[in-house]
């Protein structure tokens, strides 16, 4: 490799690196809010096929309602909590549609994990 090729590498990479790290020092929290609500969107639409496979009940429709709209409330809070909040619920709703069978225990039990994260109106 000639020295010039090298040295234009060299600056170019630098140049790369350093606009990187100003874009994300600030404009960070945009590239958070932007990639917050494309995971929830993932993981609604994951778990929303993977209740295809559930037998139909009113309890199955209810469990999708109530994903929904727990979603819909994470999303005004911090990125990282929110994260936290939304693995530890859809972990446990996977766990209850994992028998392919949605019963009121399954739908009760995710409501107790969903009413855990959510914050009392003086909060």
């Known amino acids: ?7 234009s590498a060299v600056v170019i990479f630098t140049l790369v690196v350093i606009t990187v790290v100003y874009l994300f020092k600030t404009k960070g929290n945009f590239l958070k809010e932007y990639g917050k609500t494309r995971i929830f969107n993932i993981a609604v639409n994951n778990f929303d096929d993977k209740l295809k496979n559930v037998e139909p009940s009113l309890y199955k429709d209810s469990l999708k309602i109530a994903l929904h709209n727990f ?5 005004q809070i911090p990125f990282d909590s929110a994260m936290e909040q939304l ?3 859809m972990n446990e709703a996977a766990f209850f549609v994992h028998d392919g069978k949605v019963d009121s225990v399954d ?8 009413k855990r994260y959510e914050r009392s109106k003086k909060n």
């Open 1 to 7: 490799m000639k020295k010039g090729c090298f040295i």
């Open 71 to 75: 979603v819909g409330k994470i999303e």
């Open 87 to 89: 693995q530890s619920v």
């Open 107 to 114: 739908f009760n039990e995710l409501k107790k994990v969903i």
